[in-house]
């Protein structure tokens, strides 16, 4: 029995080794070299001491916070309510249903939309209203942003909310909490797992986002995954671009460890 199932897992390791540990040691090897292929160190000076990088550092830790906070507030209200819907499961898959589009599509689809004579200005002109300038913002980015990651937040939540006991939630009611009481005390602690799982899932990208910045956000919107992404294609200083990937695989180690479960004795 064993042996068959260190069998089965072979294929398992083999896919481990050659798509995750692989890339993250060549990207940890090629940091060590700079643009003229020669072993340094600078690229990790560089990046610890130009307010550049600084600045991206920041810059994608904010915007990747703001999209966190946002779609936070969006999925818990809809994940509860789809809990109590007759027909839920339906309603999920119309909202999982956009992540089997490409992201690609999904992007130049919002172009067309906040575009100045896209769908949104067509509207406010009906009424009067100029037309106004949302692509190439900040929160025309954080709105694009927040609706492509909904799903991952959504999903963990509903999941955790669907697992709830309810007969600890009619015990509330019967010791004589309030539904809001009842919330705070019991059902948002307890699905509290699905509320990292989905924090997890929207922060950790959203950390390295670079295809939105570009297409949405413009030059007004620059982090990590933008830096990343230009020195890899634009000025081929590949050991800066691997530095940046190895902050961001450290960045992405420590906010699992914060938002993990904690074992309790």
Known sequence: MQKLTFRLAISYYFWLALFVIAPVLLIIYQSFFNYNHQVTLSNYFSYFTQKTYLWMTINSFLYAFLITV???LISYPTAFFLTKLKHKQLWLLMIILPTWVNLLLKTYAFIGIFGINGA???FLAFFGIGAKQFLFTDMGFLLVATY??????????FNS???LDLSL????YDLGASS???FLKVIFPLSLSGVRSGVQAVFIPSLSLF???RLIGGNRVITLGTAIEEHFLVTQNWGMGSVIGVVLILFMFIIVRLTGKKNRD
Not at 148 to 157: A, H, N, S
Not at 169 to 172: F, K, L, Q
């Open 70 to 72: 946002f779609t936070l």
């Open 120 to 122: 949104i200005n067509q």
């Open 148 to 157: 492509i990651e909904l799903p991952f937040m959504i999903l963990p939540i």
């Open 161 to 163: 909310l669907e697992e």
């Open 169 to 172: 939630v009619e015990a509330s």
């Open 180 to 182: 809001i009481q009842t």
């Open 211 to 213: 295809m939105l910045t």
